[in-house]
């Protein structure tokens, strides 16, 4: 069956301080793996898509990682409006749908 | 360029009634997706339409339903509504599969 979880549900940093959050995956033919944020209340917002193992992506603090087995969202030197649920999903070769865990409330405290 | 747009924003039913939610995807993207946000539980897929074909369906009971229009976009219709659907819908579209799912704001439905 295929899954993603994610760790730690919650997160709290000071401004600065640097940390990484894991989505670990077991999916039938990776087709693709997804980061997004989500505010309370709104809509997820896309951040990333990594589609093979080895890949890399940045994004101003954010850099997003992909191995056979797991993703790692890496935030540099966070600032408070950093603080959001961080989404992690997968679409495997059923296509479409795409599953999700169950995210990382990250704060970032000043 | 126009994000992916949903209405209503907010809705409040009664149980037993029934519910229609609207979803223009983003100019150009043929390929729309409903996701249920439910307190506690994540999101969950519910519907995928493509070029005006249901293409797959999440594990929800037949009273969730929806379809494609010509112009791409969609409803999702919901029947004998029940507390424990009470949730954030979430629709979003992509140019095709596999590609980047774009999310609407999403329609908050509250049922009484």
């Known amino acids: 069956e295929d899954q993603v979880t994610q760790s730690p549900e919650a997160l709290r940093l000071q401004e600065g301080e640097s940390s990484s959050l894991n989505c670990s995956y077991t999916?039938?033919?990776?087709?693709?793996l997804f980061w997004y944020r989500q505010d309370p209340g709104k809509g997820p917002e896309f951040l990333f898509t990594?589609?093979?193992a080895g890949e890399e992506k940045e994004k101003e603090r954010l850099k997003a990682t992909l191995t056979k087995k797991e993703s790692f969202l890496h935030i540099t030197a966070p600032k408070p409006e950093d603080s959001a649920t961080y989404l992690c999903?997968?679409?495997?070769?059923?296509?479409?749908?795409?599953?999700f865990g169950q995210g990382t409330e990250l704060s970032v405290k000043p | 360029e126009a994000g992916v747009t949903q209405s209503p924003t907010h809705l409040i039913k009664t149980r037993g009634q029934q519910v229609t939610l609207r979803c223009s995807p983003i100019?150009?993207?043929?390929?729309v997706y409903w996701y249920q946000q439910a307190l506690g539980l994540g999101l969950q897929f519910l519907l995928w339409?493509?070029?005006?074909?249901?293409?797959n369906r999440g594990n929800f009971p037949p009273r969730f339903s929806g379809r494609q229009f010509p112009n791409y976009s969609s409803e999702l219709n919901v029947n004998a509504l029940e507390l424990e659907d009470s949730a954030l819908y979430l629709c979003?579209?992509?140019?095709?599969?596999?590609?980047?799912?774009?999310f609407g704001p999403g329609t908050r439905l509250t049922v009484l």
């Open positions: 100019s150009g993207h043929t390929s």
């Open positions: 999916v039938s033919g990776l087709r693709g």
């Open positions: 990594l589609y093979s």
């Open positions: 339409y493509d070029e005006g074909e249901e293409r």
């Open positions: 999903a997968v679409q495997g070769n059923q296509g479409g749908k795409l599953i």
């Open positions: 979003a579209s992509s140019l095709n599969s596999p590609d980047t799912q774009y």
